[in-house]
């Protein structure tokens, strides 16, 4: 088995533990009976969850970038801006079910919601870049943060929402 597909399916079966138990409560041994590989060969590439999750936001962040359309480069900065956070959204969206559930989790573990915010931040850099915006610098940094922000108004809505197409987010 290659190390993308067990990266994939531990990223899978930490996201469907997580739709049904709190994070706290998901063991390695879970995910890796999940993700049908051994304890030892899920070590081998992850310090525990937190380490999973910072992969599986790589991993969204990376096909997001893989799927940049040349043809909006013209457009209005809001259009692209618009146009790659969709594209995040729709990546998201067979995965909602887990993020509800670390959404909870993360209401009641402060140190969860800390690791859930650096990745959210770290996302929207990149995401700002897929957009022909620059995130470099305290400027860059705070137009993160502020994306960050934004989004954490709408995650409540995504969530939500089970259409596809994703007209209300």
Not at 36 to 63: M, Q, T, W
Not at 87 to 116: N, Q, W
Not at 136 to 149: H, I, Y
């Amino acid at each position: 088995m290659s190390g993308e597909t067990m990266t994939t399916r531990a990223e899978q079966a930490l996201l469907e533990l997580l739709s049904k138990k709190p994070f706290q409560a998901v063991a390695m041994g879970e995910i890796a009976a999940g993700a049908e590989v051994s304890l030892a060969d899920l070590r081998r590439v992850y310090d525990g969850p937190l380490d999973i999750l910072s992969g599986f936001a790589r991993r969204i962040d990376v096909e997001v970038l893989e799927g940049i359309d040349p043809a909006m480069a013209g457009e209005p900065a809001k259009d692209r801006l618009f146009d790659v956070l969709m594209r995040r959204f729709d990546l998201l969206s067979p995965h909602r079910a887990g993020i509800r559930g670390l959404e909870r989790s993360a209401r009641r573990d402060p140190v969860l919601a800390l690791h859930l915010a650096r990745l959210v931040v770290g996302s929207q850099t990149w995401i700002l870049e897929a957009a022909g915006l620059s995130a470099a610098g305290p400027k860059g940094a705070a137009k993160a943060v502020a994306l960050a922000a934004a989004l954490t108004r709408v995650a409540p809505i995504f969530l939500g929402e089970d259409e596809a197409g994703l007209p209300k987010t």
